[in-house]
């Protein structure tokens, strides 16, 4: 792409503004999507390279943008961008989970967040940060109003728990709007785990001033 050669040598944030991440950590994202999502050759056409799927799927998830709009820079037709950003979305969390987005599962583990908060935050007993963000969508055929927000237009919920780093332990997303924060939670695994006692929290025996152990 003349674009993305543009902007690894431009000497300004021009590429981070693009991609929202620097040189180094785009290289290193590419290498472990690489064997996922190259394609082989044809006689009739070249593959779009690992490289340009990554881009233009980045490039999307950085913007929002249509893909009509997304074309004129990536010069992939939207048809190709309607196949290429889901599959490769799929390969970086296939490539991704083991390391990045990893669910706490032992009471060690617990601990270990709850210590980053207490010495980072000075915020004692916490597992993680819950929070929840309307993704604005298509309406859904056959949906009526049911993903139809106070904020008058179509959305999903994205709900999220982060550690002490603002690293993602737990991500949730499908839920529509009309339902209360409360509700978006008692649809998840996380909830049902809860319920269960299967989430392996810390006991107060183990906490600070033996309190509740909290997110």
């Known amino acids: 792409m003349t674009l993305m050669r543009k902007l690894r040598t431009s000497a300004t944030n021009d590429l981070n503004n693009y991609l929202r991440m620097d040189d180094m950590c785009f290289n290193e994202l590419l290498s472990m999507v690489k064997p996922f ?7 009739m056409r070249k593959s779009i390279t690992a490289e340009e799927r990554l881009i233009v799927t980045l490039r ?11 074309k004129f820079s990536a010069v992939i037709s939207p048809q190709a961008l309607g196949r290429i950003i889901p599959d490769t979305c799929q390969c970086i969390y296939k490539a991704l989970k083991k390391k990045y987005l990893k669910f ?3 009471v060690e583990e617990w601990q270990k967040i709850a210590r980053d908060y207490n ?3 000075n915020f004692p007993n916490c597992g993680g940060a819950i929070d ?4 604005k969508i298509v309406k859904p055929v056959n949906s009526g109003s049911y993903y139809f927000n106070y904020k008058e237009y179509f959305s999903t919920v994205l709900m999220a728990i982060v550690d002490a780093n603002y690293e993602f332990i737990y991500v949730n997303v499908g839920c529509n709007e009309r339902i209360s ?15 269960e006692k299967a989430l392996k929290l810390p006991s107060n025996e183990t906490t600070i001033n033996k309190m509740n152990f909290f997110l």
Request: proline share 2%; glycine share 14%; net charge positive.
């Open 119 to 121: 010495s980072r935050w």
């Open 37 to 43: 999502i190259s394609k082989k050759n044809t006689k």
């Open 60 to 70: 999307y998830l950085a913007t929002g943008r249509s893909l009509e709009g997304l």
């Open 132 to 135: 929840g963000k309307h993704i």
């Open 181 to 195: 924060d409360g509700g978006v939670i008692e649809t998840t695994k996380f909830s049902d785990k809860f319920l």
């Open 104 to 106: 706490p599962g032992t």
